[in-house]
């Protein structure tokens, strides 16, 4: 039976990271909510399991995956939990470094998205224009060399090779790598103008997975959405930075 | 042999919700870096670790646990990791529904660390006083009751009682509940004033989880570190609103 992914229509945001994995292994899936895929239908099943007041695993926000009754929440979460099923992830102990890889990935997701919203999630960025100013300034000067440095490092020190972030083969967290690294080029991309020469491993790694056979086939295709403006990396001319 | 919990001296932090499933498990552990057990051996190889450049799982930031050889780090990724260990996650797929609650909890807890820290985590408070006070009272007045709304349906929906968050026993995912609600509490006493009139199963939830035995008696102890204004909630009354 076919995954059920359910996430909004329009944008790449934390769902692409569920996507990634799924169109790496070729996994059957089903995008509940996407407009060419859903006459409407499949926003109303979303919304109504969002607001449930009968289910039992009713998760806070999308994305969630469905597989059979069981429902998963949380992008990492979900990841988790298709690691081993899609070949992404190791049965060894060494799945819990994976895993912290993706929730230190997505902590950083968070980050980015707050600096075009720092105040209010809920409010316009036009609304909190200022505040977006000032961390955007400070994730660029401070918060971006930070984690990926860190990341580089990962890579540098991994005992199997620089190729990928642990162990010796592809795991979800090098796809979610990849998205992030595409993310952050795609909303800022004055200051990663030289990213290649300060981070030449995750450099190497983002070309490596976009060169993936499943991986070119899917961002080549209708499928894969652009950025834009409503997701989580977004280019606000006025939040990117020079090359550092 | 004793588990090691790497950690920040002198604040709950993200450490708490890891010390709150071992003290409720009885388990053995060392809290490396703790003023009263450390001569300060114990903060330099925290941060030799941090900083090593040959080590293999290279963590991000604390909390990071140790266990034999295995370093497993972030907050959540360590409760998943404990969880089993200490009896306090099913093994069944129930385990997913704990840790994406574990991780939402997670969302609540950076959203209460950027009512004070909306633009740098790097600055002092002092420094972004004004939007920390537009972020707090968008969080108060908008995120905290989206969250405590979905957590009390959690309850109220679990089939096998309103008891706990998930299934029919004690999770970590319940324990990391209990001090999310203990330090909104301390952080914002006027905005929570009412919360169990709002939340009367999570404010049950609270007080049972405080009168576990093991709980109660670590709570009493000199372990407990008393809530700051270096952790996570911080008490500024300035960012504090009327109840609602």
Chains 1, 2 share one sequence.
Not at 15 to 42: H, K, T
Not at 141 to 169: C, I, T, W
Not at 194 to 208: D, E, I, Q, T, V
């Amino acid at each position: 039976m076919a995954y059920e992914l359910y996430y909004w229509d329009g944008l790449q945001g934390r769902g692409e990271f569920v996507r990634l994995a799924l169109e790496e292994a070729g996994a059957p899936y089903v995008d509940i909510a996407r407009g060419s895929e859903d006459d409407g239908q499949g926003q109303s099943a979303m919304m109504a399991l969002l607001g449930s007041k009968t289910e039992a695993q009713i998760p806070f926000a999308p994305p969630f995956l469905k597989d059979g009754d069981l429902i998963v929440p949380q992008t990492a979460n979900i990841l988790l939990y298709l690691g081993p099923k899609l070949g992404l992830a190791p049965e060894s102990d060494l799945r819990y470094t994976v895993h912290g890889l993706q929730l230190t990935i997505a902590d950083m997701v968070t980050e980015a998205h707050d600096t075009h919203h720092p105040i209010a999630s809920g409010q316009y960025y036009e609304e909190q224009k200022a505040p977006a100013q000032a961390r955007a300034a400070d994730f660029l000067a401070h918060r971006l060399p930070k984690f990926m440095r860190y990341f580089e490092r990962v890579l540098a020190q991994n005992p199997q090779g620089d190729g990928h972030l642990a162990g010796d083969s592809l795991t979800y967290a090098d796809l979610s790598m990849f998205q992030l690294i595409e993310g952050l080029h795609y909303a800022f991309p004055r200051a990663t103008a030289r990213f290649g020469s300060h981070y030449p491993r995750l450099a190497r790694l983002r070309k490596a997975v976009a060169a993936r056979p499943n991986i070119a086939a899917y961002l080549a295709s209708e499928r894969r959405l652009p950025f834009n403006e409503t997701g989580i990396f977004r280019h606000y001319p006025e939040l990117d930075a020079k090359a550092h």
